[in-house]
């Protein structure tokens, strides 16, 4: 018993993470949206929602830090009128719905004067594309008939990516990527992640949509490739900010933003690929 703990207690050394309580919240949300999925696919819509207003909640606290001001209550309104409109009225919804929230939040920086107004209104108009807006292609997966396939096959890939590139970078990796960026994340875990994803992207491909191998195999590349941008886009704002992480709501995790970065770019690939192909 005690050699186990030795071992668990090396590897969240290596890995700066919790790995018990990190698996451990990760199939609790995996519950939590199969749930949503089956039981009724707008529940879906309205955790996505939730997701996003406290992912913003973090992002308005770390913008702070550097003085840089965006409206929570005002993204929070946006992402419920972006949530519903994505839901009721599919891309032309999100499309409408995101022309109008962005004057609007422009707007209401205008009460606070010409200082900071450049910085302010950036961090508003990243804000509400990077989570918002990508947000919504999550909402789109949902949508079809076969919501509960796609977003779940989604949710898989998505799941390998994180686990596998995980435990390969903990276990054999030498190479970082980007040191500046993301000191942890090496070469051999990519390509563990890689070979992992492709060949479980070909196996959802095969057995649930019933469509060619190699469809697969480019699904689970490309949504690789997206996942990586994700997450080294996430950990340059972090970089930029000088935070180690965005929150502390998850265990092993960190906050909910350091689970959404590798999800809402990725998203508007799987929402494209899924619509190619299917």
């Known amino acids: 018993m005690s050699d186990l703990h030795s071992i668990n207690e090396a590897i969240n050394k290596r890995a700066g993470r919790k790995l018990l309580p990190s698996i451990a919240v990760s199939l609790s949300l995996i519950a939590l949206v199969w749930f949503a999925l089956a039981y009724e696919r707008v529940i879906f819509a309205a955790v996505v929602a939730v997701a996003v207003v406290l992912g913003l909640r973090e992002l308005s606290k770390a913008f702070a830090q550097r003085d840089i001001y965006i409206s929570f209550r005002g ?104 040191p500046k960026i993301s000191p942890k994340k090496s070469w051999e875990g990519f390509a563990g992640a890689l070979v992992l994803q492709v060949v479980v992207g070909i196996a959802l491909w095969v057995y649930i949509f019933d469509q060619p191998w190699w469809e697969g195999a480019i699904v689970g590349t490309l949504m690789m490739l997206t996942a990586t941008i994700g997450d080294l886009v996430e950990s340059m704002i972090k970089r930029d900010l000088g935070i180690k992480d965005m929150g502390s709501l998850l265990p092993g995790h960190g906050g909910v933003m350091d689970r959404l970065d590798s999800l809402v770019i990725n998203a508007f690939m799987a929402w494209l690929l899924f619509g190619f192909f299917l």
């Open 75 to 178: 993204l929070t309104l946006a992402t419920i009128g972006l949530s519903y409109a994505t839901w009721v009225g599919a891309v032309a919804g999100l499309a409408i719905a995101t022309a109008i929230a962005f004057p609007v939040l422009l707007i209401s920086l205008l009460r606070r004067g010409p200082e900071k107004f450049v910085a302010n209104a950036t961090a508003t108009t990243m804000a509400l594309i990077y989570l918002p807006f990508m947000a919504g292609f999550l909402i789109l997966l949902a949508r079809p008939s076969t919501g509960l396939e796609r977003v779940m096959t989604f949710v898989v890939l998505v799941g390998c990516n994180d686990t596998f590139g995980y435990l390969v970078g903990v276990l054999l990796g030498k190479h970082p990527m980007v």
